[in-house]
């Protein structure tokens, strides 16, 4: 299909029931996957949705960091449960490295990274990077770049709201906030190892730069979730382009209609 085609399909939202999870180095050609298999992930996502009742109806420490977190993010379920899940995953298996969200907006996840981290007796540092200005301007390397410049400015999470966030949750500590553009900071100031790196800055650009700089830095065994796989296909396409260039084999693990995760091969 034509880089133009594909945009167009894929700038509807919520169209990953038609992505693979596997990773393959052409990347674009193994997106669209017969009927049988987007019913399977059509079922996977009410999977989640039971689950998210569950933690309603039977409410457990997750749940109650749920509550906390999830008005400051724009994360559904699936995904917050994801990172939940990757924090405690990298703590019991002992990989070394601090956590990293690329993209944070209002704080909502990156409170969670550190509630969860907290909740395992792990003082693990939390680095946050965002512009604190919402989201810049979409380039046309964004094949749905048209539908991409109207969120431009949107979601908008300011500095100052997001240490309020953490200070009355009581994960001040450990933290250290990024202000300004990935391409500007990400070259300045990295950790020298992580742990989980959480990419969430929806465009092409955005996720590219990310992992230019923060791949080579995850352990091997860490976890790396990618939020906007399912809604940008800038973001797909990122990923895509940098296990193509790299030559990565890594299984998506699928968390809901946007979020991928995998375990760094
Ligand atoms: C979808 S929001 C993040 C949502 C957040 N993780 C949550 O829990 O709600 C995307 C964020 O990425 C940031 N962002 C995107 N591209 C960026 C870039 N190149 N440099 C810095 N921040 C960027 C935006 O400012 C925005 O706050």
Redesign the pocket.
């Known amino acids: 299909m034509s880089g133009s085609g594909l945009a167009q399909v894929q700038s509807i939202s919520c169209r990953p029931q038609h992505m693979s999870n596997r990773i393959d180095q052409s990347g674009i050609s193994e997106f669209y996957l017969p009927e049988r298999k987007r019913q399977r992930n059509r079922l996977r996502d009410l999977t989640s949705k039971l689950s998210h009742l569950r933690t309603i109806v039977l409410p457990g420490a997750f749940s109650r960091m749920l509550r906390q977190v999830q008005p400051?993010?724009?994360?559904g379920y699936a995904r917050l449960k994801g990172i939940h899940n990757g924090v405690q995953s990298v703590f019991a298996r002992s990989i070394d490295g601090d956590l990293v969200?690329?993209?944070?907006?209002?704080?909502?996840?990156?409170a969670l990274m550190r509630l969860t981290a907290k909740r395992c007796r792990d003082d693990r540092t939390l680095w946050v990077?965002?512009?604190?200005?919402?989201?810049?301007r979409p380039t046309d390397d964004n094949p749905d770049c048209e539908l991409a410049l109207t969120r431009e400015k949107t979601?908008?999470?300011e500095f100052d709201e997001v240490e309020a966030l953490f200070k009355s949750l009581d994960v001040l500590d450990g933290r250290h906030m990024i202000k300004?553009?990935?391409?500007d900071t990400l070259p300045e100031t990295t950790p020298d190892r992580i742990a989980l790196l959480?990419l969430?800055?929806?465009?092409y650009?955005?996720t590219h730069?990310c992992l230019d700089h923060l791949y080579d830095k995850v352990s091997t065994g860490g976890v790396i979730q990618i939020?906007d796989y399912g809604h940008w296909a800038g973001a797909r396409k990122a990923l895509h382009e940098f296990f193509g260039e790299r030559g990565i084999e890594a299984d998506l693990k699928y968390l809901d209609c946007s979020g991928r995760q995998f375990v760094k091969p």
Do not use: I, K, N
Request: proline share 3%; glycine share 18%.
């Open positions: 400051y993010s724009m994360m969200e690329c993209g944070t907006a209002r704080g909502g996840c990156a990077y965002d512009t604190f200005e919402g989201l810049p979601c908008l999470g300004g553009l990935f391409q959480h969430d800055g929806d465009w650009e955005s730069v939020d």
